[in-house]
């Protein structure tokens, strides 16, 4: 079955603390990886798609990248706007419905 | 504004009432999908269209639910007899599909909150 795993489920960082935050996929093959940022009570806004492993994405203080089993979202010197929860997505290859899978988010919280 | 928009923005009933939602999509896409999202969870699977065709239903979409995307431009999802498990985030989504270059991303609109009391 089609997953999609993201790690932490929460992180809290000082402003300036970069890290990465991790989602692994398990498909039977991958059209694309989507990530997306989710601000309370808001849908989800497009970031980045990445295709194909090696591939890498940038904006702002946000860089994607991809692996043939799993993606990062590095943060660079994060600031407190950046707080939002971040979601990961795949579209299986083969999938003939277009639909995306999701997993359930990481929680960020940057403190000034 | 030409994102993706959703109406109403929040919506309390009463179980066993019936509750319509509408969508509308960026101008020229082609394709319309609908998530249900709950607290702590990411966005699942509905329905999509593409133009006024609807291809694939969730195993999700309970009876109760019906989804139409008449003149392939906005897009209803009614949910009929409605129980508290229907309380959720829906959200609407669309992207172009078009032939020479295919891109897969979907843009979301700001979702409606459903809470059945």
């Known amino acids: ?112 | 504004d030409t994102g993706v928009s959703q109406d109403p923005r929040h919506k309390i009933t009463k179980r066993g009432q019936n509750v319509t939602f509408r969508c509308d999509p960026i101008s020229e896409h082609n394709r319309l999908y609908w998530y249900r999202q709950t607290l702590g969870q990411g966005p699942e699977f509905l329905t999509y269209f593409q133009n006024e065709a609807q291809l694939e239903k969730s195993r999700l979409l309970s009876d109760r639910f019906s989804a139409e995307r008449p003149k392939g431009s906005f897009s209803t999802l009614e949910i009929q007899r409605t129980e508290q498990g229907d309380s959720a985030m829906y959200l609407c989504a669309s992207s172009l599909l078009r032939s020479g270059r295919i891109t897969y991303e979907q843009y979301f609109g700001p979702g409606t909150r459903l809470t059945v009391t």
Not at chain 1, 77 to 95: F, I, Q
């Open chain 1, 1 to 112: 079955e089609d997953q999609v795993t993201q790690s932490p489920e929460a992180l809290r960082l000082q402003e300036g603390e970069s890290s990465s935050l991790n989602c692994s996929y398990t498909v039977s093959g991958l059209r694309g990886l989507f990530w997306y940022r989710q601000d309370p009570g808001k849908g989800p806004e497009f970031l980045f798609t990445l295709y194909s492993a090696g591939e890498e994405k940038e904006k702002e203080r946000l860089k994607a990248t991809l692996t043939k089993k799993e993606s990062f979202l590095h943060i660079t010197a994060p600031k407190p706007e950046d707080s939002a929860t971040y979601l990961c997505a795949v579209r299986p290859l083969g999938n003939r419905d277009d639909k995306i899978i999701f997993g359930k988010g990481t929680r960020l919280h940057i403190l000034p």
